[in-house]
C-alpha cells in the first residue's frame, strides 16, 4: 500500500508542490544566513567603534605628554618655541587626518553587505537554472522522438 507522499510524488501537481516548498524552504534559509551576517558585521563594527573611543580616550593624553616632549626636544636643538610647536602639531594632524580617513573608510556601508549570502544565492539560482535547462533539454528530446 502506498503512502500518500508516494502518491503526491508520482504527479505533476505533487512534484509542483514539492518544488514550491522547497524554494519557499530556501529562502526561508537564505534570510536567516542573511540576517546571520548582517548581525555579525554590524557586532563587528560596534565592537571596533567601542574600542576605538576607549583607545582615543587612553591615547589623548599620552599623544599631549608626546607631542610636549617633542617641542621641548626641538627647543633644546635651537628652535624657537613657536617653530618646534608648529612641527610637533603639524605631524600630529598629518597623522590623525591618515588615520582618519584611513577610519572613515573601513565604515562604510560596503562593509556591512552579506557577501556570503549573496554568493550562495547566486550558487542556488545558477543551480536551479541547470536543473530547469537540464528538464526542458529532456522534455524535449521526449517530444522531438515522439514527433
Not at 31 to 40: H, K, M, V
Not at 45 to 59: D, E, K, R, Y
Not at 107 to 123: M, N
Amino acid at each position: 500500500m502506498a503512502t500518500p507522499f508516494d502518491e503526491r510524488a508520482r504527479s505533476i501537481p505533487g512534484i509542483v508542490i514539492d518544488l514550491v516548498g522547497q524554494f519557499a524552504n530556501l529562502l526561508r534559509k537564505e534570510s536567516q544566513l542573511a540576517r546571520a551576517e548582517i548581525s555579525e558585521s554590524v557586532n563587528r563594527v560596534l565592537m571596533g567603534i567601542v574600542m576605538s573611543i576607549a583607545a582615543a580616550v587612553l591615547l589623548i593624553p599620552a599623544l599631549v605628554v608626546l607631542l610636549m616632549a617633542g617641542v621641548y626636544a626641538l627647543e633644546t636643538t635651537g628652535l624657537a618655541p613657536y617653530w618646534a610647536a608648529l612641527i610637533a602639531g603639524g605631524a600630529a594632524l598629518i597623522a590623525g587626518l591618515i588615520l582618519m580617513l584611513v577610519g572613515i573608510n573601513r565604515l562604510k556601508a560596503r562593509s556591512l553587505i552579506p557577501h556570503k549570502t549573496i554568493h550562495q544565492f547566486q550558487e542556488d539560482a545558477a543551480l536551479a537554472r541547470r536543473q530547469v535547462n537540464g528538464e526542458e533539454e529532456r522534455a524535449g528530446d521526449g517530444f522531438q522522438r515522439a514527433a
